[in-house]
């Protein structure tokens, strides 16, 4: 079996419409079409192609520890972008025995995001 790369992640979140503006207007996603599954979500797409699919759980309460990741090329200048968008984002941090470097933040709904660069 070979895999590809992840197609999207599903993130439930209390209230879409609270949180989907920080995807779109900070991050820079597109909002893509979503069927009309019954229930209220979000289909959002990255510039480099990858989706977040938000979901409305009522009374959803965000996982500890849980996040995904973001590839970036330059870790400290998305997190400057960021901070200047009102974003509290850790400053980054090497990963041991590597040259790749990590932060962290949150969304609206409390979950974790990470941004990784590799080398």
Request: hydrophobic share 35%; charged share 25%; glycine share 10%.
């Amino acid at each position: 079996m070979e895999l590809g790369t992840v197609h999207h992640v599903s993130i439930n979140v209390a209230d879409v419409e609270g949180t989907a503006p920080f995807y779109t207007d900070v991050l820079g996603m597109e909002v893509l079409e979503r069927p009309d599954f019954g229930f209220n979500g979000r289909w959002l797409r990255t510039s480099g192609g990858a989706e977040v699919h938000l979901i409305e759980v009522e009374n959803w309460e965000p996982p500890k520890g849980q996040h995904w990741a973001f590839r970036v090329e330059d870790i400290n200048a998305t997190v400057g972008k960021l901070r200047e968008k009102g974003v509290k984002v850790r400053d980054p941090k090497p990963l041991p025995g590597t040259s790749a470097k990590q932060t962290f933040f949150f969304d609206p709904a409390g979950n974790m995001i990470e941004l990784n660069q590799p080398y």
